[in-house]
């Protein structure tokens, strides 16, 4: 199907747990001066990587399987409430995928939305007791079109 519209069919959001993939890791990182398309990751550095893993508040988050079936939940919740068509949703023990049409509204607001509601849904379900957020800072948003 061709799209020749300025609305992209959809967008893959991802949203990483908190402390689990921190600048300085073996695996490269990305900051605001490495988000290009193609660009290169921040090389790794143990002196870097050890630095922000005692500067952490709190343990890196680790998803378990009731945590994962309550931000399911909530990905469905929320795209059904707004009216956002959910292609696809993928909940890892350290991060989330979701590819979702949402129109018009910006990304962010997407991102924001479907991580406050996991940790809603994560309370209300009894399976995350903590005051501060599961989730890292920010998050990735690709247009799909």
């Not at 919740?77 to 696809?88: F, G, N, Q, V």
Request: net charge positive.
């Amino acid at each position: 199907m061709w799209n020749d519209a300025d609305i992209p069919l959809a967008d893959l959001i991802t949203f990483r747990c908190h402390g689990t993939w921190l600048h300085g890791d073996e695996r490269g990182s990305i900051d605001r001066f490495h988000n290009r398309f193609k660009s290169p990751y921040i090389d790794s550095n143990r002196r870097w990587h050890r630095h922000n893993r005692q500067v952490l508040e709190g343990e890196p988050v680790t998803l378990d399987a009731s945590q994962r079936k309550s931000i399911d939940a909530a990905l469905r919740e929320t795209c059904t409430i707004r009216k956002w068509h959910l292609h696809a949703g993928n909940v890892r023990t350290n991060h989330v995928h979701a590819v979702v049409s949402i129109g018009l509204i910006k990304p962010e607001r997407a991102l924001i939305a479907l991580k406050a509601n996991a940790t809603r849904q994560m309370r209300q379900d009894g399976c995350w007791r903590h005051d501060y957020s599961p989730w890292a800072e920010k998050g990735s948003k690709r247009s799909l079109w």
